[in-house]
């Protein structure tokens, strides 16, 4: 009898610059196949054909896949699109393929998703190891038995109705332990890799703009911890320069995630892999968090932070959206930690969420400003995905407006062949269009000058010293920076292309040092052009006008002030000269963040603790890419 080939499908996109060549180990099919390869009936019947793990050419993919029997497809925002069309072209080559996809994508809650789609067999609703495993047992046979399951069937859509989570995780034997990914990395030695690590599953919360809790059935189920060290072992020893943490909420359990850090700690002291890695942490921080992150930075010389993912502070957009934040009083604690421990704090914020205005929205970065977070926040445009709560209720309810973007997802998840588009919201009930489009200028706005670093320590300082308000301070400014011609210009320009974007879908604007912008991105593009184009002191200038002409302070504590904050700011020019030393007479700095005298001189040190010879063009690509959040902006110490 001959064997049955079976191939996966979960094209990736490259990680960090092209010459690095980095790109994901397809651990979702990866870990799908080591599971039903437990069975003897399947081993016995099928072996494994090919993982299609980047974007190839279409008719590349499909010849390497036309001769399989069962083709499963690991579909994600980054890959819809192509994993569709590759499914038809690939139905159309052979009809007796059985399509099979599954993740958070196909969707699922369309009455007429086969008629979208009828190139596809079978959608996996939930987790896609025990599906997976019933249909490869019953292949050619009836699939009705098995339970999460939509089928295409002669006579329309079938539903198998909700399947069993896994409960002990354990039985899900490892991809990287058991070898599945052996041979790929054997004959890709060119290629950079970036593992895939998962110690739970699960996500406590239901978010409605989300669909991971909806998905994982809110409940989080662990995978052993001994079996989470072997796979950082193999990781290590394989030489991954990456690895990407892929738990809705490490740190969650800081007594058993402070250990996986320890080990991972570990793995770069032995094997100096991974260099760098990814982790989205814990929703609700609580202080213990920060431990971990101090270790990371300080112990493994990581180059990441503590992101406390607010999305909203608003409390009636935050009850539309079924989400609790931690209350002010402990967000403060974390801040005030990060900022003692010199750890880099990112916060994000949702712009077009339910229920937000324009007064909220902007009061949002002000409520973060008065309680600590500076210099790390993100906005992202509200998204309306497939099967999350905000698009299957709500959208009619708060009248969510929303354009397919192609730009809004960079570099490998699109080529010419395939764009992936992502709807993103771009009016509400509340923030009609025209008022969305204000908005997205305003965040434009803080960004470049306070949390991008060039009014951050002045704004800080008059607030306490004069009770100048962040949102007076901020609101005067904005009047007073459109008397400058250059930056006149750059609120226009930002203007058009946040237009653009919700026009045509593409913000269309022009490169910057041969950067690509797009997307969210659009946001840091001042700042990249303040560096191209040799403005950061011309733009310092008009800081240090408007300052003069609105405040009345000691001069010399004036002209410190100003030193101080020109010094936060990195310049690309100075870079080979870092670090550097102000001794000033008053302590600034000690003053603001933790009430030492004024009135008493100090000594600090601004140091880039970054590749000081680096290019004009890498250094802005790290300010676009927000590689990391903080960057360009000085590590500052006093001076022993």
């Given at each position: 009898?001959?064997?049955?080939?079976?191939?996966?499908?979960?094209?990736?996109?490259?990680?960090?610059?092209?010459?690095?060549?980095?790109?994901?180990?397809?651990?979702?099919?990866?870990?799908?196949?080591?599971?039903?390869?437990?069975?003897?009936?399947?081993?016995?019947?099928?072996?494994?054909?090919?993982?299609?793990?980047?974007?190839?050419?279409?008719?590349?993919?499909?010849?390497?896949?036309?001769?399989?029997?069962?083709?499963?497809?690991?579909?994600?925002?980054?890959?819809?699109?192509?994993?569709?069309?590759?499914?038809?072209?690939?139905?159309?080559?052979?009809?007796?393929?059985?399509?099979?996809?599954?993740?958070?994508?196909?969707?699922?809650?369309?009455?007429?998703?086969?008629?979208?789609?009828?190139?596809?067999?079978?959608?996996?609703?939930?987790?896609?190891?025990?599906?997976?495993?019933?249909?490869?047992?019953?292949?050619?046979?009836?699939?009705?038995?098995?339970?999460?399951?939509?089928?295409?069937?002669?006579?329309?859509?079938?539903?198998?109705?909700?399947?069993?989570?896994?409960?002990?995780?354990?039985?899900?034997?490892?991809?990287?332990?058991?070898?599945?990914?052996?041979?790929?990395?054997?004959?890709?030695?060119?290629?950079?890799?970036?593992?895939?690590?998962?110690?739970?599953?699960?996500?406590?919360?239901?978010?409605?703009?989300?669909?991971?809790?909806?998905?994982?059935?809110?409940?989080?189920?662990?995978?052993?911890?001994?079996?989470?060290?072997?796979?950082?072992?193999?990781?290590?020893?394989?030489?991954?320069?990456?690895?990407?943490?892929?738990?809705?909420?490490?740190?969650?359990?800081?007594?058993?995630?402070?250990?996986?850090?320890?080990?991972?700690?570990?793995?770069?002291?032995?094997?100096?892999?991974?260099?760098?890695?990814?982790?989205?942490?814990?929703?609700?921080?609580?202080?213990?968090?920060?431990?971990?992150?101090?270790?990371?930075?300080?112990?493994?010389?990581?180059?990441?932070?503590?992101?406390?993912?607010?999305?909203?502070?608003d409390e009636n957009t935050l009850d539309i959206i079924k989400r609790k934040n931690l209350?002010?009083?402990?967000?403060?604690?974390?801040?005030?930690?990060?900022?003692?421990?010199?750890?880099?704090?990112?916060?994000?914020?949702?712009?077009?969420?339910?229920?937000?205005?324009?007064?909220?929205?902007?009061?949002?970065?002000?409520?973060?400003?008065?309680?600590?977070?500076?210099?790390?926040?993100?906005?992202?445009?509200?998204?309306?995905?497939?099967?999350?709560?905000?698009?299957?209720?709500?959208?009619?309810?708060?009248?969510?407006?929303?354009?397919?973007?192609?730009?809004?997802?960079?570099?490998?998840?699109?080529?010419?062949?395939?764009?992936?588009?992502?709807?993103?919201?771009?009016?509400?009930?509340?923030?009609?269009?025209?008022?969305?489009?204000?908005?997205?200028?305003?965040?434009?706005?803080?960004?470049?000058?306070?949390?991008?670093?060039?009014?951050?320590?002045?704004?800080?300082?008059?607030?306490?010293?004069?009770?100048?308000?962040?949102?007076?301070?901020?609101?005067?400014?904005?009047?007073?920076?459109?008397?400058?011609?250059?930056?006149?210009?750059?609120?226009?320009?930002?203007?058009?292309?946040?237009?653009?974007?919700?026009?045509?879908?593409?913000?269309?604007?022009?490169?910057?040092?041969?950067?690509?912008?797009?997307?969210?991105?659009?946001?840091?593009?001042?700042?990249?052009?303040?560096?191209?184009?040799?403005?950061?002191?011309?733009?310092?200038?008009?800081?240090?006008?408007?300052?003069?002409?609105?405040?009345?302070?000691?001069?010399?504590?004036?002209?410190?002030?100003?030193?101080?904050?020109?010094?936060?700011?990195?310049?690309?020019?100075?870079?080979?000269?870092?670090?550097?030393?102000?001794?000033?007479?008053?302590?600034?700095?000690?003053?603001?963040?933790?009430?030492?005298?004024?009135?008493?001189?100090?000594?600090?040190?601004?140091?880039?603790?970054?590749?000081?010879?680096?290019?004009?063009?890498?250094?802005?690509?790290?300010?676009?890419?927000?590689?990391?959040?903080?960057?360009?902006?000085?590590?500052?110490?006093?001076?022993?």
């Open positions: 009898m001959a064997l049955h080939k079976v191939s996966f499908v979960n094209p990736n996109f490259a990680q960090g610059p092209k010459e690095l060549n980095a790109h994901y180990l397809p651990y979702s099919p990866g870990i799908i196949w080591s599971y039903v390869q437990q069975f003897a009936h399947i081993k016995t019947n099928f072996f494994l054909g090919d993982f299609i793990w980047h974007r190839e050419p279409i008719e590349d993919a499909v010849k390497k896949l036309e001769d399989c029997s069962i083709i499963g497809f690991s579909t994600y925002i980054w890959n819809k699109r192509y994993n569709f069309e590759l499914a038809k072209a690939l139905k159309k080559r052979n009809p007796k393929i059985l399509i099979v996809q599954g993740g958070p994508e196909p969707p699922i809650e369309r009455k007429n998703f086969f008629d979208l789609y009828p190139h596809i067999d079978i959608c996996v609703k939930q987790e896609g190891e025990i599906a997976f495993r019933r249909i490869m047992e019953s292949f050619n046979e009836d699939y009705k038995s098995i339970n999460g399951l939509l089928l295409n069937t002669p006579h329309g859509l079938v539903d198998t109705g909700t399947s069993s989570r896994i409960d002990d995780l354990d039985q899900i034997p490892s991809p990287y332990l058991t070898g599945v990914f052996d041979q790929l990395m054997q004959n890709t030695p060119e290629v950079t890799w970036n593992a895939t690590l998962e110690t739970n599953r699960g996500c406590p919360y239901a978010c409605t703009f989300c669909d991971w809790g909806s998905l994982t059935y809110n409940k989080i189920k662990k995978f052993g911890l001994e079996r989470v060290f072997d796979e950082l072992e193999w990781i290590g020893s394989k030489k991954c320069d990456f690895v990407s943490i892929t738990d809705a909420n490490f740190g969650i359990f800081p007594e058993r995630d402070g250990a996986i850090a320890d080990k991972l700690i570990e793995m770069q002291q032995t094997h100096g892999f991974p260099k760098a890695y990814t982790i989205s942490w814990a929703k609700n921080q609580k202080k213990e968090i920060v431990d971990i992150v101090k270790k990371l930075i300080y112990v493994g010389g990581a180059k990441i932070g503590l992101n406390l993912s607010v999305q909203t502070l209350e002010t009083n402990k967000i403060q604690e974390v801040f005030d930690l990060c900022e003692n421990n010199n750890i880099p704090l990112y916060t994000e914020l949702i712009l077009g969420l339910p229920g937000e205005t324009l007064a909220t929205w902007k009061s949002n970065f002000y409520k973060l400003f008065k309680i600590g977070n500076h210099t790390g926040i993100t906005v992202y445009q509200a998204q309306l995905l497939e099967n999350a709560e905000m698009n299957l209720t709500q959208r009619e309810t708060y009248q969510l407006q929303g354009r397919t973007v192609y730009d809004y997802l960079v570099g490998t998840y699109n080529n010419n062949e395939v764009q992936e588009g992502i709807e993103v919201i771009f009016g509400t009930r509340d923030l009609p269009p025209p008022i969305m489009l204000e908005a997205q200028v305003y965040s434009w706005f803080l960004n470049t000058f306070h949390i991008n670093g060039i009014t951050n320590y002045i704004s800080r300082f008059l607030c306490k010293y004069c009770a100048v308000d962040y949102e007076t301070f901020y609101e005067d400014l904005r009047l007073f920076i459109e008397t400058d011609e250059w930056l006149l210009s750059e609120i226009t320009r930002i203007k058009k292309h946040y237009g653009n974007w919700a026009n045509y879908g593409k913000i269309m604007h022009p490169p910057v040092q041969n950067i690509e912008i797009h997307g969210w991105n659009l946001i840091h593009s001042t700042l990249i052009m303040m560096h191209s184009q040799q403005k950061v002191d011309h733009v310092f200038d008009v800081v240090e006008r408007f300052v003069l002409d609105r405040y009345q302070i000691n001069e010399t504590l004036l002209t410190e002030l100003l030193k101080f904050q020109r010094m936060f700011l990195i310049k690309h020019q100075q870079l080979p000269v870092y670090p550097q030393k102000i001794e000033i007479t008053h302590d600034i700095l000690g003053w603001i963040v933790n009430d030492s005298p004024l009135e008493q001189p100090a000594c600090y040190s601004f140091d880039f603790p970054e590749d000081k010879n680096m290019s004009l063009q890498r250094f802005c690509e790290n300010i676009f890419y927000a590689r990391r959040r903080n960057f360009g902006k000085a590590w500052i110490e006093k001076c022993l």
